[in-house]
T-cell receptor
Framework: GNSVTQMEGPVTLSEEAFLTINCTYT??????LFWYVQYPGEGLQLLLK?????DKGSNKGFEATYRKETTSFHLEKGSVQVSDSAVYFC???????????FGKGTLLTVNP | GAGVSQSPSNKVTEKGKDVELRCDPI?????LYWYRQSLGQGLEFLIY????????KSGLPSDRFSAERTGGSVSTLTIQRTQQEDSAVYLC?????????????FGEGSWLTVV
């Protein structure tokens, strides 16, 4: 089955810093890949996705590229804001196409 | 509705009581999922519905947990004889699987505390 190794947090950055959160996965076949974000006290929100190799997902200034050769889907943002403080989850969607496998989550704190 | 709706948003119950958690998926979504999020365990898959049937209930932690879905829409997760280790956020999600693609949308969760 799928598994996910996600960069452990917590990650603390100053506003406008560059963000990278690493994510690598193991999977049979070619899963779709997702990043979800969870703001304090809220549920999971879909941040971005990529469905095939070399696809780049992007949203709210965040980007991640589906790298089949390295089985990675690292999340990046060029300039973080305080409002980006949240927990970020990487998740491949298994080949049978219905079950997300979540990483442990990375807590990001952005200080003004 | 516009998004996945869950109720109650917060529930405090006494150990040994039964609880029911409700999920109203996005209109038209045929797939529905329950996940559990707790401090020690992260996000755990519980059960998956396609229509009213549950082809995968492998994540239900014990026979105290059950779920049903009716009319291809609303789902109820029931926990009988609650224990303190059941305290967690229970997240419902839904999706429409089409052409090999599937994007899953989550509700705000039901925060369960067993005292």
């Amino acid at each position: 089955g799928n598994s996910v190794t996600q960069m452990e947090g917590p990650v603390t950055l100053s506003e406008e810093a560059f963000l990278t959160i690493n994510c690598t996965y193991t999977a049979t076949g070619y899963p779709s890949l997702f990043w979800y974000v969870q703001y304090p006290g809220e549920g999971l929100q879909l941040l971005l996705k990529a469905t095939k190799a070399d696809d780049k997902g992007s949203n709210k200034g965040f980007e991640a590229t589906y790298r089949k050769e390295t089985t990675s889907f690292h999340l990046e943002k060029g300039s973080v804001q305080v409002s980006d403080s949240a927990v970020y989850f990487c998740a491949p969607l298994r080949g049978s196409n219905y079950k997300l496998t979540f990483g442990k989550g990375t807590l990001l704190t952005v200080n003004p | 509705g516009a998004g996945v709706s869950q109720s109650p948003s917060n529930k405090v119950t006494e150990k040994g009581k039964d609880v029911e958690l409700r999920c109203d998926p996005i209109s038209g979504h045929t797939a529905l999922y329950w996940y559990r999020q707790s401090l020690g365990q992260g996000l755990e898959f519980l059960i998956y519905f396609q229509g009213n049937s549950a082809p995968d209930k492998s994540g239900l932690p014990s026979d105290r947990f059950s779920a049903e879905r009716t009319g291809g829409s609303v789902s109820t997760l029931t926990i009988q004889r609650t224990q303190q280790e059941d305290s967690a956020v229970y997240l419902c999600a839904s999706s429409f699987i089409q052409g090999g693609g599937n994007t899953i949308y989550f509700g705000e969760g039901s925060w369960l505390t067993v005292v």
